[in-house]
């Protein structure tokens, strides 16, 4: 480490100064890591479909653009990637954190609903890496994806979402392959159940908070803030040789 004013500072886990574009910024995932890696002096593009969300998020963080924009939609995402080299020179980084989390039981699953969780959390993915990725071809880049535990454990009533997911983290796998040789570093985070808005409604239910931590060997729920250590590696220096993982944050969940 280096000696910086106040304490130390560790160039391998340095983002200061990098450009990153966040999907789902709003978010309960995607504002907690934009305000963390804001405070270690990144610059962002940041879009989600919710503006009232947005623009909450936003007041916190300096050095950001925002705009409303849907994942699903790749001409929104490539010009949201020209707006970020535009107004900040490159892009060095894209992280996604939209999802959608649809639980119901398989033989009473609305096929619209299936269809439109593999839409914003496949489809949305695949377009979001394929513009973020044109950007980086001359000069490298890292992209990440939220993934979730659901990647590989099976729960009752996932059968969207958890197919979103292992197909996600299968999908970073083979465009981590396919871009290795242009430095474009592809990777996941996959977390266990955590309190954020999404799962809010789910999590309200006492048996269903229940059932969630009993399968968390480390005993509580996941929060935001737990993602930060893995978002900042796979983001700087430190992460320059790790691609196509998924890394689960997740307190033991995929070892039940």
Known sequence: MVKKSGGFHDPLFDVNGQVYLI????????????????????????????EMALHRVAGNIPNAVTEIADITDELEILNLVQLAEDKFGRLDGAINTTGVLPITAADTLDEAIFRQCLDVNLTGAFLFSRCVARAMNNHGGRIVHIASVSSIVSNPGYAAYASSKAALTHLVRVLAREWASKNILVNAIGPAAT??????????????????????????????????????LLLAPGGAFITGQTIYVDGGRTLV
């Open 23 to 50: 999907a789902g910024a709003g978010g309960g995932l995607g504002s907690v890591i934009a305000e963390e890696l804001s405070k270690r002096g990144a610059k962002f593009v940041l879009f989600d479909s919710d």
């Open 195 to 232: 309190e954020t808005p999404l799962t809010a409604g789910y999590l309200s239910d006492p048996e269903f908070h229940k059932n969630s931590v009993s399968t968390i060997p480390m005993g509580r729920l996941g929060e935001p803030k737990d993602l930060i250590g893995a978002v900042v």
